[in-house]
C-alpha cells in the first residue's frame, strides 16, 4: 500500500503581514502533481488544514478546489483528513457527506451520544480496485481529558490510551488477512520538538507512545511542525512530515512530506522524505567583530549569507553579534531594506556589544571621562546596559545622532 503522509498546510497563514495565499496555492499544485505521477492509495493529511478555526471564505476555496484537484489526479486514492488543534471540528466536518463521493473522508470529532460511541466512523478501508488493501483509523485532535468514557471501569487519565486501543482492536476483528494499519492523530509524542508550536491554540501535551496503543504498522503524526522519524518495533515507524511551509523564524530548515510503501507480508516499511517548500526560511549569526563600516557590516552579511547558500526566493533573519567601535553606527532598518533587494523578505536584528577601552577614559579628565567612571560605578546595571549607555553617551557628547 502506497501512501502520501502530509500534515500541517495551516492554510490562511501570514508572516510579519505577508500574505502567503501564492505560495500556497503552489504547494497545493505541487502537491497534486506529485499525486498525478506516484498514484498512491492513500493521502492522509494529519490535522491542521487551516491556520484559523474561522478561514477566510477565499482560503476555504482554496483548500476545497486543491482537494477536487488532487481527486482528479488519482480517482481512486482515498483521502483521510482530520481535525488539528487550529481547526474547527464540526465547520470542517460540514461538507463530509458531499466529500464521501469525491473519495475523500473528513473526520473532525469524535462522534458520541449518551449510549455509545461512534467507533466505525475512525475507520476507514483502503481499497484498490474493489479490494481492501489497508485500514487507516483517523482519530482528530482531542484534549486528554476529553477522550470519551468506554466503559466504567477505565480511570479518566487512561480514557486516551483505552480510545486507541479500542479501534485497533476492531481493525484487529477485520483484518484477518493481516493487512497494513496506518493510525492518524494530531498530537505530541514524549520528546517531540515543540519549536513554533503556538501554545495558545490548543497547548501541547505530551503523550507517551505507550498510550497509542498496538497493532499498528504506521502512526501518521502531526502538530509538531518539523520532521521527525522514529522506530515503533521491528516492523513499524512513527512519523511528522511537519508544515509543508515554516511558519516563521523558529521553523528553519527544510519542510515537506512522507511517501511510503508498506508491505506487512515481508514487514517492511520503505518511506521518503520529500523536501518540497517553495521558500525556505534561515536564521543566520553573524560575527561583525571586525567590521569599521555599515558597509563592512553589509558585506560581512552577504558572505556568510552565500557560503550558507541562501536562495533568492527564500526568507532570512540575521542575528549580528561580536563588539563593535563605539563609533560604529548598525542601523538594521537600512541593512534590511539593503538585503530586501536581495532576498524574498529579510530581517536584521543587531546583538553586539560595545567596543569600550575603559582603561583610557580611567584618568580622563574631560565630560567623556567623567561620564563613564560615573555609569561604571553603578551597581543595579549589567554590564551590556553599561556598555550601551556609555556608547549612547559618548557619541551624545561627540555630537553625533546615535538611535
Same mark, same amino acid.
Given at each position: ?100 463521493? !469525491? ?43 476529553? !477522550? ?64 497509542? @496503543? ?58 521518503? !522524505? ?19 563600516? @555599515? ?48 532576498? !524574498? ?59
Amino acid at each position: 500500500m502506497k501512501i502520501l503522509h502530509t500534515s500541517d498546510w495551516h492554510l490562511g497563514h501570514t508572516l510579519y503581514n505577508y500574505d502567503r495565499t501564492a505560495e500556497q496555492q503552489a504547494f497545493l499544485r505541487q502537491l497534486t502533481r506529485i499525486v498525478t505521477e506516484e498514484q498512491p492509495d492513500a493521502m492522509v493529511v494529519s490535522g491542521d488544514i487551516y491556520h484559523y478555526s474561522s478561514p477566510a471564505a477565499a482560503t476555504q476555496k482554496m483548500y476545497t478546489d486543491a482537494m477536487l484537484n488532487i481527486h482528479q489526479a488519482c480517482p481512486g486514492m482515498a483521502i483521510v483528513v482530520t481535525a488539528g488543534n487550529h481547526d474547527s471540528s464540526s465547520k470542517l466536518e460540514i461538507d463530509s457527506s458531499l466529500w464521501q463521493h !469525491f473519495g475523500l473522508n473528513v473526520v473532525g470529532n469524535i462522534e458520541r451520544t449518551a449510549e455509545e460511541v461512534n467507533l466505525y466512523k475512525h475507520i476507514i478501508e483502503i481499497n484498490n480496485e474493489k479490494k481492501t488493501i489497508g485500514y487507516v483509523i483517523a482519530v482528530p485532535h482531542v484534549y486528554p481529558q476529553n !477522550f470519551p468514557l468506554l466503559d466504567t471501569e477505565t480511570p479518566r487519565d487512561q480514557r486516551q490510551a483505552r480510545f486507541f486501543q479500542a479501534l485497533l482492536d476492531e481493525v484487529k476483528k477485520r483484518n484477518t488477512a493481516q493487512l497494513p494499519v496506518v493510525l492518524m492523530a494530531h498530537l505530541s509524542i514524549e520528546g517531540s520538538d515543540r519549536s513554533g508550536h503556538d501554545e495558545s491554540i490548543g497547548g501541547i501535551e505530551y503523550v507517551p507512545l505507550s498510550a497509542m @496503543g498496538e497493532g499498528y504498522d504506521y502512526l501518521a503524526l502531526g502538530h509538531i511542525h518539523t520532521y521527525k522519524r522514529e522506530q515503533l518495533d521491528a516492523r513499524g515507524i512513527y512519523v511528522y512530515p511537519g508544515c509543508l511551509e515554516g511558519r516563521g523564524f523558529d521553523e528553519c530548515g527544510i519542510h515537506g512530506f512522507c511517501l511510503l510503501e508498506v508491505d506487512v507480508a515481508h514487514h517492511k516499511i520503505q518511506d521518503t !522524505f520529500v523536501p518540497f517548500a517553495s521558500r525556505r526560511l534561515w536564521e543566520a549569526s553573524v560575527d561583525v567583530s571586525v567590521c569599521a563600516s @555599515g558597509v563592512d557590516i553589509l558585506d560581512a552579511i552577504k558572505e556568510t549569507l552565500q557560503e550558507m547558500q541562501v536562495q533568492t526566493a527564500d526568507l532570512v533573519k540575521v542575528c549580528l553579534t561580536g563588539s563593535l567601535p563605539v563609533g560604529v553606527e548598525v542601523d538594521t532598518d537600512l541593512l534590511a531594506m539593503q538585503l530586501s533587494q536581495i532576498y !524574498f523578505y529579510a530581517k536584521v536584528v543587531d546583538h553586539t556589544v560595545p567596543e569600550i577601552d575603559y582603561a583610557a577614559y580611567m584618568y580622563d579628565a574631560s565630560l567623556k571621562g567623567e561620564f563613564v567612571r560615573l555609569v561604571q560605578a553603578q551597581t543595579d546595571l549589567s554590564d551590556e546596559e553599561k556598555a550601551k549607555i556609555i556608547q549612547t553617551g559618548i557619541l551624545a557628547l561627540a555630537g553625533e545622532a546615535f538611535i
